[in-house]
């Protein structure tokens, strides 16, 4: 389902997901919780979205307890615009669950210097690439404006 949202984008989201936001991320979320989609935009980005998650990912190993681990980290263009692909798993919170979690999320910067990432999160045993729709649906439908 296409929502087009009030922080200046479309993005396809899966029926009954609830839209939350904070600050400048926006975030749609599975009724039955663990599942999300979050659009992250950073007006006037200094960086590449590939310097941007190289950064990210420092402060990630530099997390104790984060069991963070990189599957790939590339730049690439995404709608004709400079970006990149980043995806890992971690265990986000580990006081709370040893669950975890897998994330992919693909960067770009628009030409008018916004940077959005579409990310894509939910059970690392859960996810299988072959039937992913959460995240081909976002990234297949997302549009500025």
């Known amino acids: 389902m296409l929502k087009q949202d009030p922080a200046g984008f479309t993005v396809g989201v899966m ?44 402060k990630h190993l530099a997390k104790a307890g984060s069991d963070y681990e990189r599957l790939r980290l590339e730049e690439n263009t995404y709608q004709g615009r400079p970006g990149a692909l980043w995806e890992f798993t971690h265990v986000p919170e580990p006081e709370e669950s040893d669950l975890r979690r897998h994330v992919i999320d693909q960067a770009f910067v628009a030409a008018d210097g916004t940077e959005y990432a579409i990310l894509a999160a939910g059970r690392a045993d859960m996810w299988d690439p072959a039937k992913d729709v959460v995240f081909s649906t976002a990234v297949g439908t997302f549009k500025v404006g």
């Open 15 to 58: 029926e009954g997901w609830s839209r939350r936001q904070a600050g400048s991320q926006v975030f749609y979320e599975a009724p039955t919780g663990g599942d999300y989609i979050q659009i992250g935009i950073v007006k006037n980005t200094p960086m590449s979205s590939y310097d941007n998650f190289t950064g990210l990912e420092q």
